[in-house]
């Protein structure tokens, strides 16, 4: 069974401040995804990393893919109170067939 | 956005009574997905179709079961609905591509009284 786990939880800051959320595996992935969820919504999808050592940028935030494929990180510049809500990276693993191991979210709140 | 829409958003049920859940696409993805999302446990796989007809259970499929007679419509029914199965459920389509990136409807909140 493969587990993804993210750190911190709950993540409370103010305004203007720097942030990132981890996600770590003992499995290797072929793919890691985040997404973002708004209360009484759906997760949506920001961004997929598929090479280890892989950086996007989206804006503000920045995602990682390491090395080795078993962990990700998700870094937030200045964040703001937009970017309130909770945050799950998803993995695909190589023999996994069709489906995603999800991590069990980071709720981040940023108050004004 | 992905076409997706889940009905219906809302349903509160008694004990025992059966439960149908409908996802509609219309994106035409081979791949449709049901999801239980509980404070805790983060998303559960419950069951996933890869095609007309086709299904497979997922880590938490016990007291479920789903149908896929056209390739816009996936439905999960809750034969006898438990207390235990109240929860958020999400609908979730991907096409053939290989990154296997989902895109996830509004959602349903169910409770089992």
């Known amino acids: 069974t493969q587990l993804l786990e993210q750190s911190p939880q709950f993540l409370s800051i103010q305004e203007g401040e720097n942030l990132t959320v981890y996600c770590n595996s003992s499995?290797?992935?072929?793919?890691l995804q985040w997404y973002r969820q708004e209360p009484g919504e759906g997760p949506v999808l920001l961004v997929t990393?598929?090479?280890?050592?892989e950086v996007k940028k989206l804006k503000r935030l920045t995602f990682q893919f390491g090395d080795a494929r078993k962990d990700s990180s998700l870094h937030i510049t200045a964040a703001q109170p937009g970017d309130t809500g909770l945050y799950l990276c998803a993995g695909a693993g190589w023999d996994a067939g069709n489906m995603l191991t999800f991590g069990g979210g980071t709720r981040l709140m940023v108050k004004p | 956005d992905a076409g997706i829409t889940q009905s219906p958003r809302h349903k509160v049920t008694e004990t025992g009574t059966p439960v149908t859940l409908r996802c509609h696409q219309t994106e035409n993805h081979r791949y449709m997905y049901w999801y239980r999302q509980d404070p805790g446990h983060g998303l559960r796989l419950i069951h996933y179709?890869?095609?007309?007809?086709?299904?497979d259970k997922g880590e938490v499929s016990d007291g479920y079961s789903v149908s896929r007679s056209k390739t816009e419509d996936f439905l999960l029914t809750l034969e006898s609905a438990t207390s235990s199965q109240t929860s958020v459920y999400f609908c979730a389509i991907r096409d053939r591509t290989g990154t296997y990136e989902q895109y996830f409807g509004p959602g349903t909140r169910l409770t089992v009284t």
């Open positions: 499995s290797v992935f072929s793919s």
């Open positions: 179709s890869y095609g007309v007809k086709d299904t």
């Open positions: 990393v598929v090479t280890g050592g």
